[in-house]
């Protein structure tokens, strides 16, 4: 069974302070996504990540996935309030997505 | 909007009641799974259907849930006699196409609280 831990679960910090959270396994993952959920929403794809050692940016957010494929990262820079939410990594083949528990990222101004 | 749309956004039902939880997919979109998230916990993979096709419903329960994505109409899955423990918020979510990397696209979800 693929299992990705997320870490740490809970991240509380003041606007414009830098980030970082994990998604880990000790399985090899196909690709890897990272979504985003408000709360009373869905989820919202922000990126796939698919060759190992691939680094990928969007905005502020940049999200690399580890060369073995067991592991991948999302850093935010100059954290805003707007980026509050529960981030989820992704992965598995096909149609039936693993995922992580999440991390609930807290952005005070 | 086209996006997916689940109704209703919030159930209520009593212990051995049913829950028929809708799911509209994407204009165009004919693949449809069903996620069920728990307080703290990801979501996890219930079943993916296609047009009047289950293809995968391994994450389902053996008893008591059944899901259906008729030719006509939207994606219902349902519970029958329900207990306290399927209280969760059930995600669905369509692509339109198959395959490990294709992008899936989230309904608002419905909160399924059992009394």
């Known amino acids: 069974t693929q299992l990705l831990e997320q870490s740490p679960q809970f991240l509380s910090i003041q606007e414009g302070e830098n980030l970082t959270v994990y998604c880990n396994s000790s399985?090899?993952?196909?690709?890897l996504q990272w979504y985003r959920q408000e709360p009373g929403e869905g989820p919202v794809l922000l990126v796939t990540?698919?060759?190992?050692?691939e680094v990928k940016k969007l905005k502020r957010l940049t999200f690399q996935f580890g060369d073995a494929r067991k592991d991948s990262s999302l850093h935010i820079t100059a954290a805003q309030p707007g980026d509050t939410g529960l981030y989820l990594c992704?992965?598995?083949?096909?149609?039936?997505?693993?995922f992580g528990a999440g991390t609930i990222l807290r952005v005070k101004s | 909007n086209a996006g997916v749309m689940q109704n209703p956004r919030h159930l209520v039902r009593r212990r051995g009641q049913e829950a028929r939880l809708r799911c509209s997919p994407m204009?165009?979109?004919?693949?449809v799974y069903w996620y069920r998230q728990l307080p703290e916990e990801g979501l996890k993979f219930m079943v993916y259907?296609?047009?009047?096709?289950?293809?995968?419903e391994s994450g389902m329960p053996k008893e008591r849930f059944s899901a259906e994505f008729p030719k006509e109409g939207p994606s219902i899955l349902r519970i029958q006699q329900v207990v306290r423990g399927d209280s969760a918020a059930y995600f669905c979510?369509?692509?339109?196409?198959?395959?490990?990397?294709?992008?899936?696209?989230f309904g608002s979800g419905t909160q399924l609280s059992v009394l």
């Open positions: 979510a369509s692509s339109l196409l198959a395959g490990t990397n294709e992008k899936l696209f």
């Open positions: 992704a992965g598995g083949g096909g149609n039936k997505l693993v």
């Open positions: 204009k165009g979109h004919s693949h």
């Open positions: 399985s090899v993952f196909s690709s």
């Open positions: 990540v698919v060759t190992g050692g």
């Open positions: 259907l296609q047009k009047e096709n289950i293809i995968d």
